[in-house]
């Protein structure tokens, strides 16, 4: 029925989670990952290459395909949602109103113009394989390291311990979240809830709500819990040392060098 | 047997969630070092607020709650949460880090113990409850099983002295409450008083030194196991039965098959009971 299209969409955070937790190389350093990630992403937009940003894309698809174990049809569906985006915004780069004919090739509606111009297609063109680099990075970021390992790093970088702990407690939630979501919506399909529109709509509304007040009491004993364990309002969770090898900051200076040189090369 | 030294003392202790409606009702209890207590009681008869107040998560307007001789106030409530380990009944609300070895490791880092030291408890937690190989796992790729062992071991990690078992065999499958009481029964021998609520009444008849029964706030009865579950007017006002095995040895009685007094607690030691 056509409540079942979107089921694979909620089962995307979890998998790239389950594909963060089992990567090839998750046991190297994280602040090595989390700079180098950054740091192609910045090449990528700055450097401002279609070359460059084609470069980008494949080695960072290669690297997620083959080093994080992500299964190419699933990569292909992690890549849908930024495309989409992308496709939206950059149609708006592209396209432009006027009042008079205009542009390269137009439409006629009745009050104005729409047109787009080569110039225009090109910039829109190169801004999606900007997007797609740089998204790309992310991407290798986020597949090969677990969340709490991210945390851990912005804790390194000072960010507010408030901030930290939230973002380690958030995460831990989700995943109880979507179970206990997932099995009342289950036995609300059971009994009928999701049969046609209107009544999916009150199912989903007193789940939601439902949802709530659950949670208000889980996090009620959650709290007992941590007291229970002499919590006193700061959250020391153990970080794994992980230690940084020569040669993979080697790996990182020469492969960002040589997007460089392919910048002059082209020049 | 009863040498043993009081570790936990609770006197007239009354609590209530909304004041003028008292969940507790004037409770006395003693706990002795490694006695094996089971707390039984219809629900809503104040077992888990009881727990609570034990660990010093609630703190009660009436009655005083003594560790080791010690009265345990406002300032040392954090003495008595490290004497005094809580097993939640629902591991999910107790689990929060995001993998196993942090989990365990929450405790004892709260404890500001040095990071040698935490690593030595973390390691010999997860070897306790057999949960090496899960170390670096995030908890919610683990089974119900699998977390309930976690959340065991990190209380093991903390070095209690007295553990409460909220209902530990509530969503156990067989195999998994097996394990449970192998687990019981090693902390028993470590010499750790262990208090476990439960419905299962046949567990409690197998496993526990003493009863404590609960009925809406008050202790209705607090004794060798035996003389608790004889007592039919205790087991009706609390909701509970007799133990299978206790029911099984009357009728063998009765039909002059069982050696008087013998009272097998376990299935096992029927057959030596028997006249075979």
Redesign the interface.
């Known amino acids: 029925m056509i409540f079942h299209r979107h089921r694979r969409h909620s089962h995307s955070v979890n998998s790239m989670?389950?594909y963060a937790?089992q990567s090839g190389i998750r046991h190297w350093n994280d602040s090595y990952k989390v700079i180098s990630a950054c740091s192609i992403l910045l090449l990528c937009i700055l450097l401002n290459q279609p070359v460059i940003s084609i470069a980008v894309i494949l080695t960072m698809g290669f690297m997620n395909v083959k080093v994080n174990g992500v299964s190419f049809y699933d990569y292909t569906g992690f890549l849908k949602i930024p495309v989409a985006f992308l496709i939206l915004g950059s149609a708006a780069v592209a396209c432009g109103i006027s009042r008079s004919p205009a542009g390269d090739y137009r439409i006629s509606l009745n009050w104005f113009y729409l047109y787009v111009t080569e110039e225009g297609i090109k910039q829109a063109a190169e801004l999606v394989l900007k997007a797609m680099g740089a998204v790309s990075a992310m991407y290798f970021l986020a597949l090969s390291t677990?969340?709490?390992e991210l945390t851990g790093v912005l804790k390194k970088a000072h960010v507010p311990r408030i901030i930290v702990e939230l973002m380690?407690?958030i995460?831990?939630f989700i995943?109880?979240l979507t179970?206990v979501q997932g099995r009342m919506k289950t036995a609300a399909m059971s009994r009928l809830g999701y049969t046609d529109f209107k009544t999916s709509c009150y199912s989903f509304g007193q789940t939601g709500g439902n949802l709530f007040l659950l949670s208000l009491k889980?996090a009620n004993?959650?709290y007992?819990?941590?007291?229970?364990?002499?919590?006193?309002g700061e959250?020391?969770?153990?970080?794994?040392e992980k230690q940084l090898k020569i040669w993979q900051v080697a790996l990182l200076a020469a492969y960002e060098g040589s997007l460089i040189m392919l910048v002059l090369i082209l020049r | 047997m009863e040498s043993r030294e009081t570790i936990l003392q609770v006197r007239h202790l009354s609590y209530g969630y909304h004041p003028g409606n008292p969940v507790l009702k004037d409770v006395n209890v003693s706990v002795r070092r490694g006695e094996k207590i089971a707390v039984m009681g219809a629900n809503g008869a104040g077992k888990s607020t009881f727990f609570l107040n034990l660990n010093g998560v609630l703190q009660a307007e009436t009655g005083e709650i003594f560790y080791e001789g010690q009265k345990t106030g406002k300032k040392n409530l954090n003495e008595l949460r490290k004497h005094v380990g809580f097993v939640f009944q629902d591991a999910d609300s107790q689990i929060i880090a995001s993998s196993v070895q942090a989990e365990v490791a929450f405790g004892p880092m709260n404890l500001k113990l040095s990071r040698e030291e935490v690593r030595e408890r973390v390691n010999q937690a997860l070897e306790y409850m057999d949960l090496q190989e899960y170390r670096t796992r995030p908890p919610h790729y683990l089974s119900g099983g699998e977390k309930k062992r976690v959340s065991i071991a990190d209380i093991i990690a903390m070095h209690s002295e007295v553990i409460l078992f909220d209902e530990p065999t509530a969503a156990l499958d067989p195999l998994s409450a097996d394990m449970l009481e192998e687990v019981l029964e090693k902390l028993s021998g470590e010499g750790k008083a262990l208090l476990v609520s439960t419905h299962d009444v046949d567990f409690a008849y197998r496993w526990a030194e003493r009863v404590l029964v609960f009925d809406q706030g008050q202790v209705i009865a607090d004794g060798e196991v035996l003389s608790v579950f004889r007592d039919e007017s205790v087991l009706e006002r609390a909701h509970l039965r007799k133990p299978e095995l206790l029911e099984v040895y009357e009728i063998l009685l009765k039909k002059g098959l069982i050696r008087e007094n013998s009272y097998p607690r376990q299935a096992k030691e029927l057959a030596k009971a028997m006249h075979l």
């Open positions: 989670d389950y937790s677990p969340a709490h380690d407690m995460y831990r995943f109880i179970e889980k004993a959650c007992d819990a941590m007291i229970s364990r002499c919590y006193e959250l020391p969770f153990w970080e794994e």
